[in-house]
């Protein structure tokens, strides 16, 4: 089954958790994932949910997009071991190049912790860091589709 994510924190240690961006995942039961992360705005606090106000995004809000493959396992119990493999990567004209891999813990609230190592965006340099998600029901998000689909492959999207 495939999965949506929403990144609800991100900790570069040793500093607090915050969240600048708005990031969702949306991986498809054969593993292929497509990432993005929309940096926050003061602007985006004011927009009802069912407000008519067409809404454009900047180029300058990409934080990141990400699309390509995800493989997991056991690492140790109740831990696995993640490693992303990058087809396309706003950051960088060698997507191939990348690691991009972490330990994922559910936790007892629902949420999955992810831990590794990365490049800070805000300081050029590599540290650890953590980042807590959360699991959306996709049967739910699915449903709402009335069957129409876009921008996705209609053939690995499973309408319930």
């Known amino acids: 089954m495939g999965s949506i994510s929403v990144r609800r924190s991100i900790r570069w240690l040793p500093s607090e958790a915050e969240e600048p961006t708005s990031t969702l995942v949306l991986t498809s039961p054969e593993r292929r994932f497509v990432d993005l992360r929309i940096l926050k705005n003061d602007e985006e606090a004011s927009w009802s949910e069912d407000s008519d106000q067409e809404r454009t995004l900047s180029e300058k809000r990409l934080d990141w997009a990400i699309a390509g493959t995800c493989a997991t396992s056991v690492a140790k119990e109740g831990s696995r071991h993640a490693v992303?493999?990058?087809?396309?990567?706003?950051?960088t004209q060698r997507p191939e190049d990348v690691v991009d891999q972490g330990?994922?813990?559910?936790?007892?609230?629902?949420?999955?912790?992810?831990t590794?190592?990365?490049v800070n965006p805000a300081?050029?340099?590599?540290?650890a860091y953590e980042e807590v998600w959360e699991e959306q029901e996709t049967g739910?998000?699915?449903?709402?589709?009335?069957?129409?689909c876009i921008g996705a492959d209609a053939r690995e999207v499973a309408v319930e």
């Not at 992303?84 to 950051?91: A, L």
């Not at 330990?103 to 992810?114: R, Y």
């Not at 739910?140 to 129409?148: I, T």
């Open 84 to 91: 992303w493999r990058h087809w396309i990567d706003s950051r």
């Open 103 to 114: 330990h994922v813990v559910a936790q007892p609230d629902g949420t999955v912790l992810e």
């Open 116 to 118: 590794g190592r990365g």
């Open 123 to 127: 300081t050029g340099t590599e540290g």
């Open 140 to 148: 739910e998000v699915l449903s709402g589709l009335d069957e129409k």
